[in-house]
Each structure stands twice: as C-alpha cells, then as structure tokens.
C-alpha cells in the first residue's frame, strides 16, 4: 500500500512538470515580458526606460532560460525560467504583480472558501442522494418522468441566473440577509447562507440525475434480485443493499473533488463578495495579475493531482474486490 | 461584398460533415437503426424542432458581406440574417426602455411646441410611434396584431399540416382521414403529432414577434437603445459556433490519439496519458484565462493585424473554442482508450492483424467505425455544457469579446441593471429564455441520442 503511495506520487512529478512548462511557455514565450509590461502600462504611458522599470520592478528582466552573464549554477538560476517557475515546486509563490505575498494570501483566504465548498458539498450530497432513492423508488411511474424531466430542467438553467436570482429574491425583495460581503466568526453564517444555498439548488438537477442512474444501474443487478427472491421488503432492499454499492461510485466521485474544494467556487465568491480564493482568482484574471494566475495554476493541478491519488486508494478501502498492484 | 470569416467557414464546413453523414447513415441499415430510435421519441423530436430553428438562424447569420453604402464605398460588415431584419437592427432609441414601452425609461427635459419645458418621459422614435394616443390606444393595438398575426400563423401550420398529412397517407397507402385519426392519436411510428405542434407553437411565435417587433420593442431595449430581441436573436450564432466548433475543434486529436493509445498500448500510451493527465490537471478556467489574456495581450499590441473589429472579434472566438476544446478532449480521449483496449482483443480485429493488414489499416477501417458511437454521444452531451460555459466565461470577461453579441455579455451587463430603480430586468429575461430554450433542447435531445446509441443501456430496454 505504502510503496503504491509512493509510486503514485512519483508519477505526479513528470505531470507537473508538465504544467510547468505549458504555463510557462503561456505566459513567457508566447508572449515577452516586454509585452506584459507594455500592456500593463497601457499604450500611452508606454516608453522604453518604463517598459525596463516595469520590468525591472517584477523580475521580469532576465533571460528566459540561460544567463549568460552569470557565473557557474547562477547561469541557470538567474532566469526567469528558475525564479518564477522552478520555485513554485517548493510552494514559494512569490510576489503578485502589485506586489503581495502570495503564499499567505493563499493561505488567509482558504478559510473562506471552505466555509462555502464543504458544506455546500454536504448538504448537497444529502440531498441528491436522498431525491435519487425517492424517484429510484418510483422507478417507471409518471413520478420517474416527472423528477427527471424537472432534473433536466434544473440543469439547463446557467449557474449565472441561480445566482442572480438568489440575490435578487432573497436580498433585495424579501430583505433577509445581507446580498454580499464577509465577516469572519461566528458572524458569518449570516453571509454564507445564500450562497450555499444557491450553490445547493443549482448542482440539484445534475446531482439527482446523475446518482439515479447509478441506483437503477445498482437495482439492475442480480443480488439485488436475490434479495427481493428472499422475500426482503423494497425498503431493506434499497437501504440495505443498494444503497450501500451504489455509494461506492458516488464516494469516490466525491473523493477526487475534495482537494479542489480549497480553490473555492469561482462564480459563487465573486458573486456574493466573499474573500475566497475563487474570487481572489477572479480578480487577478480581472486585474491581469499574471503572477497570480500561475500560482493558482499550479496549487489547482496539484491538488488534482492529489484528488486522483485519494481515488484510487478509496477505491481500495470502500471495495474489497479492488486490489493495488 | 461577402466576407468568410473563420467560424462562419468552419460552421458550414460542418454542415457538410452532417450532411456527409447523413447520406453515409442513409445506405447503412446498422446506423440507420438507432436514429430511428431517436426518430420515435417525441421528447427528443419536438427539441430537434427547436434546434432546428435555432441552427437556421445561425446560419443566415454566419454569410457576412460588406454592402455598398450610397456613395459607393463599403459600410461594416453585416450578415445576412442582418440584412432581413434591418428595421429591428436600426430602430435603436436613445437608452433603456421596457418591452411594449411606449416612452422611454428615464425622464428628460422635453421642449414643448409652445416653448416651455418640461420634465418627462420621452416618446420613444420607434416603439408605439405610430400611435396618437398610446395610454389609451396600446393595449388595444398590440391585441389587435396579434391577433392577425396568430391568424396568418395558424393558416400556414395549417397549410403545412395538410401537406404533411397528403404525403403522409400516400405514403402508408391510407386515407387523409384515416391518416389524421393516427397522427392524432400519437399512432404513428415517428411522432407526427408532437413534430406538427412544435412547428405551429414556433411558427406561431414567429408570426406575433416579427408582426409585433415591427411596431414595438419586443423585449424592450438596453442601455445603447438597442434591441433585446435583436441581440438576443443574435447570440444565438455565439452559443451555436462555441457548442459545436469547440468539440469539433480537437475531434481528430482526440480520436486519433485515443484510438493509437488503445491499440498500440506500451510507451504510446504512456505518453497519450501522460499528456490528458496534464492537460486535465489544469484547472480549465485558469488555462482558459491564460490563453484568453494572452490573446489580448497580443491583439493590444498588434492591433495592425486585424482589418475590423469584427474579424478581430471572430479570430478571439475562435480561439475561445479551440482553448475550450483542448480543455474537454481529453475526457473523449480517455474513453476511447478504454474502449479500444477491449475492442483490440475482439476476433475481427484479431483476424484482421492474423491476415496482415497494416496497423494504420486496422485502426481506420475495424476500430474507429466501431468508436463512433462513443465520439457521437460525447459530442451531443457535450454541447449543452459548452453553451453553459460560454456565459459563466463572457461574464467574468475571459470570454466572448465584449463586441460579439452573446448572453454571457448581456447576463454580464444585466448585472447591474438589476440594482436600478426601477428594475430593468428584461435584458436578463431575454437572455434567460433565448439559453434555457436552447440548452433545454439540446440536453432533451442528447438524453435521446445517448439512449438509442449506447449499447448498454440498448440492451436494458430490449
């Protein structure tokens, strides 16, 4: 198991290296420094010394690669190459372009996020897993048809007008909470329950379609004819038995988004003023803030990288015929 | 003047694909099997209606010319679909105002005949301007109209009904009558009845906009004045290039690398994996952020390489969908991996390699037709997602270019407007209904298409 572990975490390396160089071919050879500096700028303020200043300022003035005025290993260490890509391997993100740490942005704004994504996560699964046992129950009736053509209703609908709508509805006709903003405490539940609850209703439709595929699937299945051979009330049958193989999909699933919970929701953050990393993401795409980009590049591709690990080592703990070679 | 930009050549490049296709399926009985399948559900065909309409429209407004203005030069490139509804495209008032408003949103100062001023609301210079009296006289025009208008609107489906009905008993050898009681009684094996009520529902709709848009604002207008309806209309072109063009975009790279991953196995496949695991490792808004700002960086400091605002807008569309495609092709890729690594071990394929036949041969011949279901699937499922993702993107501004008509820009816009006193919420509605239609559509026909082309769930309902 531990040399698995191990194994799989040796093979995440060529991957994010991989992310490495894509980012930083993006973001250096497609276009220069010069480039970013002049578009930073803006075109009228745009002269030779500002564009070396700009430049000079966020370290974007060495060579790419290979510094040649250098002497020994600082040949390679000199470069942008090195400083602004290499680091990130050891979780040293740097200074955004205006000049903030990143790292302890990252890590003051985490908290917010999860105040969101888990129990968003949580109640949501409840939920999904509950309404998908209720219309599996009611396999094959109008009810079915019904549920399911509500889900796909649900699920047309832009995440955009869930959110818009909340606002609308909850914070400025009927006034209840606040429409955004934060405070950090106990004090924020006043802030976080709108948009956990738009975050609920909007995954909904998607959710229960998706979990009542896997219960009809589950229900399709020969012990599942045993037990009803046996003379066991539908009721035993799907919580008893069904419930708990068709959890095997649905908790795996789960188990490959948890570490991308951190970067928060993109759309609900931004939306509701909450200082997560998903609007802190939003702004630096906003603001242009390149540095920032690629460090959130980065921690996202590593955390994906750790959600396929924890997959497969939960597919091994929740299902005995599943063995790690 | 006509000018091909690149998405407008690349959406009827694709029309000739299905149209390719679609011959193809005609003379093959194993393909033809499961579109009748989807034939037969009513759901899945009332939706195609729609969609039908929907790609129409894209269509007659992907063939751009520039038309000779009167003094002989070239004014800016329009559309065809443009071109037919120019009134509704150049009756723009001066800012907001509400559906079937007759005065504008905002008061001004007006100056009356006799010299004095006033503050008011103004007339608006189009919507209702053909009324005297419109507090009291509104109401009953717009009634009046539309009830022209539905009358025209169901003698055509009437006339299309019959047409359809003659063709339809010649065709079974039956009576008309006979032919009206099965339609009627949904006995029919393609859904008649539900094709038949679509199409009057829409050309019903049809009617009462185009009679009604004439008169008034519709769907109100925006902050420029400009249309709802016209710029809702418009993005339809928008959600259509991006739902298609980006999975059509890496189609070829997905299968090819799919399929050669599965089939040759050892260090090929290490590398195909090695490269989806990546790209799939990148959160896609943030590759998508980065690629978008780097496009802009490059057209702000380039700005000489595009020859109007239009060709610019098109080219950052384009690139929209390829970004778009390369973030969801690997999940087709995956797919098919797996399904070659099962089908490579299957008799004909190893027959086929027992004979001789060449690697390149065997993949092109024996395992893509018989991934091409796979490829199919992910391509309808994929669409409605795409449509959905394009808003989200537009809306925190790594999307369309802010000039292209699309909802996300008018969700985007509408924002704020909703904060106004009082609230102009039409932007947003028409943006809402024009999408939901859509997706709505889409998803409904996709579920179809899933149903009758996977064979697991074939043999389930068999």
Known sequence: MIAYIIRRTLYAVPILIGVNLITFFLFFVVNSPDDMARMHLGIKRVTPAAVEQWKHAHGYDQPLLWNEAAGGTAKLTETIFYAKSVRLFMFDFGRSDEGRDIGHDIRQRMWPSLAIAIPTLLIGLLMNITFAMLIAFFRGTAFDLAAVVLCVMMMSVSTLFYIIGGQFLVGKILDLVPISGYLSGIEAWKFLILPVTVGIVSGIGMGTRWYRTIFLEELGKDYIRTARAKGLSERLVLFRHALRNALIPILTGIVAVLPLLFMGSLLLESFFGIPGLGSYTIDAINSQDFAIVRAMVFLGSALYIIGLLLTDISYTLVDPRVRLQ | ?462
């Not at chain 2, 407004?61 to 030069?73: A, C, I, M």
């Not at chain 2, 995956?334 to 690697?359: C, I, M, N, P, T």
């Open chain 2, 1 to 462: 003047m006509p000018v091909v930009l690149w998405t407008d050549a690349l959406l009827y490049l694709l029309v000739l694909m299905v149209l390719a296709y679609a011959l193809r399926v005609r003379r093959r009985e194993h393909l033809r099997a499961p579109w009748r399948r989807v034939m037969q559900s009513p759901l899945a065909m009332g939706a195609a209606v729609l969609l039908g309409v929907y790609v129409l429209v894209a269509l007659t407004d992907s063939l751009h010319f520039r038309p000779v203005t009167k003094g002989g030069g070239h004014g800016e490139v329009i559309s065809m679909f443009d071109y037919l509804v120019t009134p509704l495209r150049t009756h723009t008032e001066k800012t907001y105002s509400a559906p079937f408003a007759t005065h504008l949103y905002a008061k001004e100062t007006i100056e009356l005949d006799d010299g004095r001023e006033v503050r008011d609301y103004p007339r608006l210079l189009y919507g209702g301007a053909h009324l005297a009296d419109p507090r009291a006289q509104r109401t009953g025009d717009i009634l009046h109209t539309s009830i022209l208008a539905l009358t025209k609107a169901a003698l055509v489906s009437l006339m299309l009904s019959v047409v359809v009905l003659t063709l339809l008993a010649r065709h079974s050898e039956t009576t008309l009558r006979e032919c009206l009681r099965r339609v009627l009684h949904g006995r029919t094996q393609v859904p008649w009845r539900t094709l038949l009520g679509t199409t009057a529902l829409l050309i019903a709709l049809l009617f009462l906009l185009m009679e009604l848009s004439a008169d008034y604002h519709v769907l109100g207008t925006d902050k420029i004045g400009q249309d709802v309806l016209y710029e809702a209309i418009k993005s339809i072109r928008t959600g259509l290039v991006i739902g298609t063009l980006s999975t059509l975009v890496m189609l070829p790279f997905a299968v090819m690398l799919g399929v050669a991953a599965g089939y040759f196995r050892g260090w090929v496949d290490d590398v195909v994996q090695y490269l989806y695991t990546t790209l799939n490792s990148i959160p896609s808004v943030l590759l998508i952020a980065a690629v978008i700002l780097m496009i802009q960086v490059y057209m702000a400091n380039y700005p000489e390489s595009f020859s109007s605002v239009t060709q610019r807008a098109d080219l950052r569309l384009l690139f929209l969908c390829i970004v778009l495609g390369i973030t969801s092709w690997t999940n087709l890729c995956r797919l098919l991996r797996g399904e070659v690594l099962k089908l490579r071990e299957v008799d004909y394929v190893q027959a086929a390699a027992a004979f001789g036949v060449r690697h390149g041969n065997i993949m092109l011949r024996h395992l893509v037709p018989n991934v091409m279901h796979i490829v199919l699937i992910m391509v309808v499922l994929d669409f409605s997602g795409l449509v959905l993702a394009e808003a989200v993107l537009s809306y925190i501004n790594i999307g369309v270019d802010p000039s292209t008509n699309s909802w996300g820009n008018m969700i985007n816009s509408a924002r704020l407007e909703l904060a106004r006193e009082p609230v102009v919420w039409w932007s947003l509605t028409a943006a809402f209904v024009f999408m939901f239609a859509l997706v709505l559509a889409a998803n409904l026909f996709a579920d179809a298409v899933r149903d009758a082309f996977d064979p697991r769930l074939r043999r389930e309902t068999a």
